[in-house]
Protein backbone atom coordinates (compact mmCIF):
# COMPACT_ATOMS: atom_id res chain seq x y z
CA UNK A 1 0.00 0.00 0.00
CA UNK A 2 1.31 3.76 -0.87
CA UNK A 3 2.13 5.57 1.86
CA UNK A 4 2.87 9.48 1.17
CA UNK A 5 4.11 11.77 3.76
CA UNK A 6 4.03 15.56 3.43
CA UNK A 7 7.02 17.32 5.28
CA UNK A 8 8.28 20.95 5.17
CA UNK A 9 5.02 23.35 6.01
CA UNK A 10 5.25 26.31 8.72
CA UNK A 11 5.77 29.84 9.08
CA UNK A 12 7.07 32.01 6.49
CA UNK A 13 7.08 35.66 5.81
CA UNK A 14 5.30 37.22 2.74
CA UNK A 15 7.82 36.82 -0.14
CA UNK A 16 9.50 34.15 1.21
CA UNK A 17 10.04 30.68 -0.03
CA UNK A 18 9.37 27.28 1.29
CA UNK A 19 10.40 23.74 -0.15
CA UNK A 20 7.18 20.63 0.60
CA UNK A 21 8.58 17.31 0.39
CA UNK A 22 6.37 14.50 -0.33
CA UNK A 23 7.83 11.11 0.84
CA UNK A 24 6.46 8.08 -0.78
CA UNK A 25 6.74 4.25 0.35
CA UNK A 26 5.27 1.44 -0.59
CA UNK A 27 5.85 2.05 -4.33
CA UNK A 28 8.32 3.80 -6.53
CA UNK A 29 7.39 7.61 -7.39
CA UNK A 30 9.27 7.46 -10.83
CA UNK A 31 5.94 5.20 -11.70
CA UNK A 32 3.18 7.97 -10.73
CA UNK A 33 2.28 10.96 -11.70
CA UNK A 34 1.84 13.16 -8.72
CA UNK A 35 -0.18 16.28 -7.63
CA UNK A 36 -0.22 18.70 -5.14
CA UNK A 37 -2.81 20.25 -3.80
CA UNK A 38 -4.06 22.94 -1.28
CA UNK A 39 -7.17 23.62 1.15
CA UNK A 40 -7.86 26.52 3.03
CA UNK A 41 -10.36 26.82 6.10
CA UNK A 42 -13.93 26.60 4.21
CA UNK A 43 -12.85 26.24 1.03
CA UNK A 44 -12.33 23.08 -1.04
CA UNK A 45 -9.51 20.81 -1.92
CA UNK A 46 -7.62 22.47 -5.37
CA UNK A 47 -4.96 20.74 -7.32
CA UNK A 48 -2.31 23.84 -8.20
CA UNK A 49 -0.08 21.56 -10.01
CA UNK A 50 1.25 17.82 -11.68
CA UNK A 51 4.53 16.24 -12.93
CA UNK A 52 4.08 13.20 -15.04
CA UNK A 53 5.34 10.06 -13.92
CA UNK A 54 8.14 10.79 -17.21
CA UNK A 55 8.68 14.08 -15.95
CA UNK A 56 7.57 15.33 -19.72
CA UNK A 57 4.86 17.36 -18.43
CA UNK A 58 4.31 19.16 -15.58
CA UNK A 59 0.97 21.63 -14.90
CA UNK A 60 0.37 24.50 -12.66
CA UNK A 61 -2.55 26.12 -11.88
CA UNK A 62 -2.59 30.41 -12.67
CA UNK A 63 -2.52 31.37 -9.24
CA UNK A 64 0.82 29.70 -8.86
CA UNK A 65 2.52 29.24 -12.39
CA UNK A 66 5.88 31.30 -12.29
CA UNK A 67 6.49 31.00 -8.69
CA UNK A 68 5.65 27.09 -7.47
CA UNK A 69 7.86 24.58 -9.70
CA UNK A 70 7.41 20.71 -8.44
CA UNK A 71 10.60 18.49 -9.07
CA UNK A 72 11.75 14.55 -8.31
CA UNK A 73 14.60 12.79 -6.12
CA UNK A 74 14.01 9.89 -7.68
CA UNK A 75 16.72 8.25 -5.12
CA UNK A 76 14.90 9.51 -2.40
CA UNK A 77 11.45 8.43 -4.15
CA UNK A 78 10.37 12.16 -3.18
CA UNK A 79 8.68 14.78 -4.64
CA UNK A 80 9.27 18.72 -3.85
CA UNK A 81 7.52 21.92 -3.90
CA UNK A 82 9.06 24.61 -3.96
CA UNK A 83 7.23 28.26 -3.26
CA UNK A 84 8.37 31.18 -4.14
CA UNK A 85 7.31 34.40 -3.71
CA UNK A 86 4.38 33.35 -0.86
CA UNK A 87 1.53 36.07 -0.43
CA UNK A 88 -0.64 35.15 2.88
CA UNK A 89 -3.13 33.93 -0.03
CA UNK A 90 -0.71 30.51 -0.24
CA UNK A 91 -1.67 29.94 3.04
CA UNK A 92 -3.48 26.52 3.33
CA UNK A 93 -2.81 22.71 4.08
CA UNK A 94 -0.76 21.12 1.38
CA UNK A 95 -1.34 17.82 0.05
CA UNK A 96 0.39 15.24 -2.31
CA UNK A 97 -1.36 12.69 -4.17
CA UNK A 98 -0.78 9.80 -6.55
CA UNK A 99 -2.76 9.53 -9.95
CA UNK A 100 -4.86 6.58 -10.71
CA UNK A 101 -2.80 6.29 -13.73
CA UNK A 102 -3.90 9.41 -16.27
CA UNK A 103 -2.58 12.98 -16.05
CA UNK A 104 -5.22 14.53 -14.82
CA UNK A 105 -6.66 18.00 -12.61
CA UNK A 106 -9.36 15.95 -11.61
CA UNK A 107 -9.26 15.56 -7.33
CA UNK A 108 -11.07 12.07 -8.08
CA UNK A 109 -8.57 10.54 -9.99
CA UNK A 110 -6.15 10.69 -7.45
CA UNK A 111 -5.85 7.49 -5.00
CA UNK A 112 -3.48 8.03 -2.43
CA UNK A 113 -2.87 11.09 -0.35
CA UNK A 114 -0.69 12.00 2.44
CA UNK A 115 -2.07 13.69 5.29
CA UNK A 116 -0.90 17.14 4.57
CA UNK A 117 1.35 20.27 5.63
CA UNK A 118 0.44 23.55 7.22
CA UNK A 119 1.58 26.35 5.12
CA UNK A 120 1.44 29.76 6.91
CA UNK A 121 2.28 33.24 5.37
CA UNK A 122 2.16 36.17 8.16
CA UNK A 123 4.24 39.19 9.42
Known amino acids: QLHLVESGGGLVQPGGSLRLSCAVS????????MGWFRQSPGKERDIIGL????????WYDNSVKGRFAISRDDAKNTVYLQMNNLPPDDAAIYFC????????????????WGQGTQVTVSS
Open 97 to 112: AKNRALISTMLRDYDS
Open 26 to 33: GGTVSNYT
Open 51 to 58: LSWSRRST
